[in-house]
């Protein structure tokens, strides 16, 4: 009786140690997938809408036109999306500025929907990085787009 304690013991203490072992090989493995997941969390995009919409009239000379546009920023970080914030109105004005220097021509094309656009977003980025040092702006996007002629 007393070598069959003693064998039911050791194989008790045998089994405690693997247990152990491998819930240390474990461990590190589900660590570092926590770490990945975090990764992704961060790497999830912040989009923030610039609000009011922007009326603008454009064409100079003869009869008015105006754009109505509503932009969403994607940002990568929070940092960026403060600073976006915190620049609005010089942002906002320099879009303005943007948008009534457009003609006709430029405007009436898909591919000139586009270089307005990219040109928003470079105009956004500058101002970003030149008054904030950060570079987080990744796009613009027209959630709304009307041109009157």
């Known amino acids: 009786m007393k070598i069959m304690f003693k064998q039911i013991l050791l194989a008790l203490k045998q089994s405690v140690v693997c247990c152990g072992c491998v819930a ?22 912040i989009y923030l809408p610039i ?6 009239n454009y064409g100079g000379e003869g009869r008015l036109r105006y754009i ?12 960026a999306a403060s600073g976006v914030r915190h620049h609005l109105p010089y942002i906002r004005n320099n879009l303005v500025r943007l948008f009534a220097s457009q003609t006709d021509e430029t405007i009436e094309s898909q591919d000139g929907k586009e270089a307005l656009r990219m040109d928003a977003l470079k ?7 030149d008054e904030e040092g950060i570079d987080g702006v990744e796009d613009v996007l027209f959630t709304s787009l009307i041109i009157q002629k």
Do not use: H, Y
């Open 68 to 79: 109505k546009a509503d932009l969403t920023v994607r940002l990568t970080t929070s940092a």
């Open 123 to 129: 105009e956004i980025q500058k101002i970003v990085m």
């Open 24 to 45: 240390a090989l474990i461990m590190p493995i589900d660590a570092l997938a926590q770490e990945d997941g975090e990764a992704a969390v961060a790497a999830q995009p």
């Open 51 to 56: 609000k009011p919409s922007f009326v603008v």
